[in-house]
Structure formats: C-alpha cells, structure tokens
C-alpha cells in the first residue's frame, strides 16, 4: 500500500486523490472474486438515478447493457454525474467511474488519466464487451467535461 499522497507527484487533483483511495482499496482483495463482489457492492450503493433522467438520450451508446449516464454543472460549478444499469456489475462500474469523477471540475474531468482502471487491474478482468462498455462510459463522462468546460 502506498501512503496518502503520494500517487500523483506535489499537487494531485481530486480525481486523482480519488483514484488512488480506490486503487489502495482493491488492493486489499485478495483475489478477483473479491473483487467482483465489490463492485457489485459498490453498484448497489449508487444513488438512484432521477426517473425524468432514465431516457434514450442518456444511454451509453457502446454498451451491450443498459447505462444510463446524466450530468449537471453543481451549485459550485462541479460537474455532477449520476447513473445507472441494469446489469449489477455494469451498474459497480458506474459506480466507481462516478465515485472518480463526479463533483470535479469540467476540465479536470475533460483531461483526466484514469490510470487506476489498469491498476486495479479492470481492463485485464473484464469481458471484452464490458471493457469497451466502460470505455464508452469514461469518453462520455469526458466529453461532458469537455462540454461544460466550453460552456463555462
């Protein structure tokens, strides 16, 4: 395990602050089944996505399951994500891809390295279809970022 601060050199963002609380978490698992139940763990903790958000536009195109991804500039100017799935390992996904990026600012959304995927090891343990899934969720996450950062 690393100690706090230091997974990113002197100034490391939110994002990244958040990325490596996550990655010295799954590193407490001994083994991917652990891991899995985790994150459907995590999946079923997420907030309860807002019914009017539930609709075609805000589903992931990519995905082989259902994902529904909504996002909204925060009284403070963060950039708010919620969402939701309907497949439970998808939806710990969401979860954690949420928990990374949601009440960060637009740009640091827009321009992150979400090094943690690789670390915890996501790419290599996912389905191909699952990992394309989570792609599509971060490059929409980041093209919100990118959005309200223009919009700003």
Request: one cysteine or more; hydrophobic letters at 45%.
């Amino acid at each position: 395990m690393r100690t706090p601060g230091t997974y990113l050199c002197t100034m490391a963002s939110v994002i990244d602050e958040r990325q490596a609380e996550i990655a010295d978490e799954f590193a407490m698992f001994g083994d991917w089944m652990e891991k899995y139940e985790h994150i459907i763990s995590l999946g079923k903790e997420l907030d309860p996505l807002d019914p009017e958000d539930k609709v075609d536009e805000n589903l992931i195109k990519g995905c082989q399951s259902r994902v529904w991804l909504a996002a909204k500039r925060g009284n403070d100017g963060q950039v708010v994500f919620t969402a939701d799935s309907d497949a439970i390992i998808t939806k710990g996904l969401a979860a954690l891809m949420v928990r990374v990026l949601s009440d960060a600012p637009a740009a640091d959304i827009a321009s992150a390295k979400l090094s943690f995927l690789d670390e915890i090891g996501l790419h290599s343990h996912l389905s191909p279809t699952r990992s394309n899934g989570l792609q599509s969720m971060v490059k929409q996450m980041k093209l919100y970022g990118l959005a309200f950062t223009a919009s700003a």
